[in-house]
């Protein structure tokens, strides 16, 4: 009898080019991580749709990755076949356990079909804007509440109220708290916001407050760091309201050394208008930071977790915790990645 080792497939629209790669889905990157140190007799197979732009296997951290550099035509028949094919090889040559999907969109839907004709079991995983109403693909793809997993409370909600289909499952994607090493310096710094310069993000408010901020606190000192369309207007609008001594934007850098600032901030500020469940929120959080968001991912409160309903409002949390001469820097990890591999291997 020759045995053969179970696999797990994930299918993603994109996956780093290699491990240098920190910032590319860095949540993602931690949850393949834990999934291979939890569960060592697992053979891990990643098909990347998107990025990285070239259509080749390769290994990351030991882990065959097989890119299939599909940049345009989604809804196209060649791409769907080419998705359809590429796992159906991988069946025919592996032991599947189990199928996990990465976001409920067009590439999601070959691998629905593929995994109900040959009775793979298979979760997809709801993580961002895959739950607006905007997203056509779901009425293609037909799911079943079993076969969905939210990664929060709000897109639990939203794919329900969108596309009338409540995923069964919940399961957050947590923090990696053994990724972190140690950091020492005290926090310096009043104001620190990290993410795409897009206008989904809305970071000219971020300029906003902490322009009303610096008039009571004329020492005030913030920064941001991240790459995107929005930079050269919001350095354009830094300068203009006479700020540049206050607020210093800056270039995108490693996951790692975006952790290691965050144990030196006191607040992190996150005005998106849009979130599944931000990541770096969680790693703030984990990092001692009290976060300030509009978006409530869960519906149970999170310590340290701040939730406000407009720009004034988020203006006042911050001036409030600023002024707090006993602001609690406790590390909260209310999500481990540890508990999310071990939740959604549970589900197989």
Known sequence: MIFMQKTLIILT?????????????????????????????????????QYPAFGKDYLWNHIRVISLNIQKGFYTRFAWIKIWNTLKKLKDENSISGLVIFWCSAHALPAFWLARTYHIPHYCWILGQDARKNNRVVKLIRPKPQELIAISDALQNEFYENHGVKAAHVIPVGVNKNSFGACTGGRFIDILGAGSLIPL????????????????????????????????????????????????????????????????????????????????????????????????PMERDLPHWHTVNSTYEMYLMTLRLLQSDLLDHEEIIPYSMNSATKQIMALF
């Open 13 to 49: 629209p994109g996956f780093p080019a290699d491990e240098s790669d920190s910032n590319c889905l860095p949540a993602q990157q931690q949850f393949v991580v834990m999934l291979q140190e939890n569960f060592p007799g697992l053979q891990i197979i990643i098909v990347t749709v």
């Open 201 to 296: 993000k809305q970071y000219h408010l971020f300029v906003e407050i902490v322009k009303s901020l610096s008039s009571c606190f004329p020492d005030l000192k913030a920064l941001l760091f991240g790459r995107g369309t929005e930079k050269e207007m919001l350095q354009k609008k830094i300068r203009q309201l006479h700020i540049s001594h206050n607020l210093k934007l800056m270039d995108e850098i490693s996951h790692d050394e975006l952790v290691a600032v965050m144990h030196h901030g006191k607040i992190f500020l996150h005005p998106s208008a849009y979130e599944g469940f931000s990541s770096a929120c969680l790693e703030a959080l984990s990092a001692g930071a009290h976060v300030i968001s509009f978006q409530r």
